[in-house]
């Protein structure tokens, strides 16, 4: 079992550039979230998408983000324009549905940096 | 009101000390309680769960959940410097969504 794999680990972009973050969950996950960290708000669920739907996006921050999830091995965080104010740790985590109870397998994270 | 409220730290320790963590949450729904580890520059990985109150151990980690006060804790036993990471909270009730703290940074000293 790979864990949930996330790539870039880091991300550095200018302003105005479009950025795109990418998560590969557990395979036979089918639920999965994506989520922001940052050290004055914390971790912040952005989008949650279950057996490639999304369910939830009411933490997206503005239109600037989007999240596509085209099958179930893929997905991906796109922002555009990007603004130094989403430089953050972005992760991605995935679970089986059923086993809400022992929580989500996080990724090790997108460092983003907007200069 | 954040949902879930947590002293950031940083908390200091020599090694062997018991360290002591705590949350308290405002929703009533809330029924599972968690306790997630996170190593620098590392994705958080789930350390101990409970659900409703009472007591769980796992080693040397106990968590303890009293839903009257809304208070989860966490007691690390004898603890290393292997233990040295940010230590976070989080909740949830019957759907999906995990509510977390802020997380207190723990640092035990060899």
């Known amino acids: 079992d790979a864990g949930v794999i996330q790539s870039p680990r880091h991300e550095v972009t200018e302003m105005g550039q479009e950025v795109t973050l990418r998560c590969k969950p557990i395979?036979?996950?089918?639920?999965l979230f994506w989520y922001r960290q940052t050290m004055m708000r914390g971790l912040e669920l952005l989008i949650y998408?279950?057996?490639?739907?999304?369910?939830?996006d009411s933490g997206m921050p503005e239109d600037r983000f989007s999240a596509k999830m085209p099958n179930a091995s893929f997905s991906t965080l796109k922002i555009q324009p990007s603004e130094p104010r989403d430089s953050a740790v972005y992760f991605c985590?995935?679970?089986?549905?059923?086993?809400?109870?022992?929580?989500?397998?996080f990724g090790s994270g997108t460092r983003l940096t907007v200069v | 009101q954040k949902e879930v409220e947590q002293d950031p730290g940083p908390l200091s320790v020599p090694e062997g000390a018991i360290v002591s963590l705590n949350c308290t949450y405002s929703n009533s729904a809330f029924q599972y309680f968690m306790w997630y580890r996170q190593y620098s520059r590392k994705g958080p990985e789930l350390l101990m769960y409970?659900?409703?109150?009472g007591n769980k151990e796992d080693g040397r980690f106990t968590a303890q959940v009293d839903k009257s006060s809304k208070y989860i804790s966490l007691f690390i036993r004898d603890s290393q410097p292997s233990d040295s990471a940010t230590y976070l909270c989080a909740t949830r009730s019957n759907d999906y969504k995990l509510s977390f703290g802020a997380g207190t940074t723990v640092t035990v000293r060899a």
């Open positions: 395979s036979g996950h089918n639920s």
């Open positions: 998408f279950n057996n490639n739907v999304p369910i939830d």
């Open positions: 985590a995935s679970i089986r549905g059923g086993e809400r109870l022992y929580g989500y397998t």
């Open positions: 409970t659900y409703s109150s």
